[in-house]
Structures are given as structure tokens and as C-alpha cells.
């Protein structure tokens, strides 16, 4: 079966750096994607690892580690606008559609 | 830009009607996807198709069915509307390969009541 984890809720301050960490059991690898989802707005990509080690993109970075199964998203600099649910979605083989974690809602505060 | 478009983003019905979401995108994207997104189970897939004419059933397929007869449209259609099909639906599009982002449509809120 398919199996994504990551936190419920998290909260921090405005500033300041947050890693909101992501697990998965699945039949196959093909890709690990993160999603950024406002309230009441569609979910937009952030990022995309397939390969072992860290992605950089500005603010944001990624972070996979095949063998155990993990990721994390690394936003710094936290502005009250990265307030929003943050979804983890694992390709499992080929050309399949994405398999969500349940997503983690962060609260920047200030 | 890629655009994917949903044709309500709110939408009230009665039990048992029969409900039609539209999902159209502008990018001559091979794969759509339809899900639902409730609090607590997060995004769930009820049907893809990765061609015209083609579908395929998700993990919650029950209740529900497809129609693709263009490549840019993708349609779910709930036979009979039940309460527990109130949810938000969100439309998905993406070229096909393992590296092809999903994008989104807005969103739909169907409250069945």
C-alpha cells in the first residue's frame, strides 16, 4: 500500500526558519513533489526530487533521502504570506498520478 | 502559463441529482485528474485519464464517472448525488513522464444536501 506522513500542524515565527518533514512507504519510487495550498485556493508546485540530496529554489529547499524513505521542505526567512498547508505527493512508478500526504498547515506568527 | 479552469467554484445540490463538474485546460496536457480534498484525509484520486476516450479508476471511484471526448475537457459526473459527496473537487492536468508537475484548477465546493 501507500503510506505518506507528515505533521498535522506546525507553527512559527515570522523570520525564522522552519522544516516540515515528510515519510513514505510505496510500492515504487519515482519523484517526490511539494505543494504549497493557500485556503480556499488550488495547490501550487514548489519543488520536485528524484535524485538524493538537496534542491535550492530561493527561500525554499527540498531535501530526499531515497533509502529511508524521507524528505523535508526548508522554508527560511518565513513571511507571514507562507502561512498555508504544505503537501508532500510521492510518483510511485512511471507516469502515475501523484499520491498526497494528508498536508501540514503552518502558522507564521510574528 | 498553464491554465486549468473548473466551471463552478460553488455549487449547492439536492440528493440525488445528477451532478456534472467541468474541467477544461489550455495546455494540450495528455494526463487530467480528478480529486477531492477533505479535512483530515487530504487529497484523494477518484479518476485520471491519460488520453481521449480513456479513464482510469482511482482509489474512491465509487459514486462516480468520467468522460473525456476532447483532449482539453475532463468531466465528473455524480450519478446520484449523496451527502456524503459534500466536498471541495479539484481538477488536475500534466504532461505525461515521471517529472511532470500536476497543476490545479481552483476548485469546486459541492455541498449535496
Known amino acids: 500500500g501507500q503510506n505518506i506522513d507528515q505533521p498535522t500542524e506546525m507553527t512559527a515565527t515570522e523570520g525564522a526558519i522552519v522544516q516540515i518533514n515528510c515519510t513514505y512507504q510505496?510500492?515504487?519510487?519515482?519523484?517526490l513533489f511539494w505543494y504549497q495550498q493557500h485556503a480556499g485556493e488550488a495547490p501550487t508546485f514548489l519543488s520536485y526530487?528524484?535524485?538524493?540530496g538537496l534542491e535550492e529554489k530561493g527561500r525554499f529547499s527540498s531535501f530526499l533521502s531515497r533509502s529511508k524513505g524521507y524528505s523535508y521542505l526548508l522554508l527560511k526567512e518565513l513571511q507571514m504570506k507562507d502561512s498555508a498547508s504544505y503537501l508532500c505527493a510521492v510518483r510511485d512508478k512511471g507516469n502515475t498520478p501523484l499520491v498526497f500526504g494528508k498536508g501540514t498547515r503552518l502558522s507564521v506568527i510574528a | 502559463d498553464v491554465k486549468v479552469t473548473q466551471s463552478s467554484r460553488y455549487l449547492v445540490k439536492r440528493t440525488g441529482e445528477k451532478v456534472f463538474l467541468e474541467c477544461v485546460q489550455d495546455?494540450?496536457?495528455?494526463?487530467m485528474f480528478w480529486y477531492r480534498q477533505d479535512p483530515g484525509l487530504g487529497l484523494r484520486l477518484i479518476y485520471f485519464s491519460y488520453d481521449v476516450k480513456m479513464k482510469e479508476k482511482g482509489d474512491i471511484p465509487e459514486g462516480y464517472s468520467v468522460s473525456r471526448e476532447k483532449k482539453e475537457r475532463f468531466s465528473l459526473i455524480l450519478e446520484s448525488a449523496s451527502t456524503n459527496q459534500t466536498s471541495m473537487y479539484l481538477c488536475?492536468?500534466?504532461?505525461?513522464?515521471?517529472?511532470?508537475?500536476?497543476?490545479f484548477g481552483p476548485g469546486t465546493r459541492l455541498t449535496v444536501t
Open positions: 510505496t510500492s515504487g519510487f519515482n519523484g
Open positions: 526530487n528524484v535524485l538524493d
Open positions: 495546455m494540450d496536457h495528455e494526463n
Open positions: 488536475a492536468s500534466s504532461l505525461p513522464g515521471q517529472s511532470h508537475e500536476q497543476y
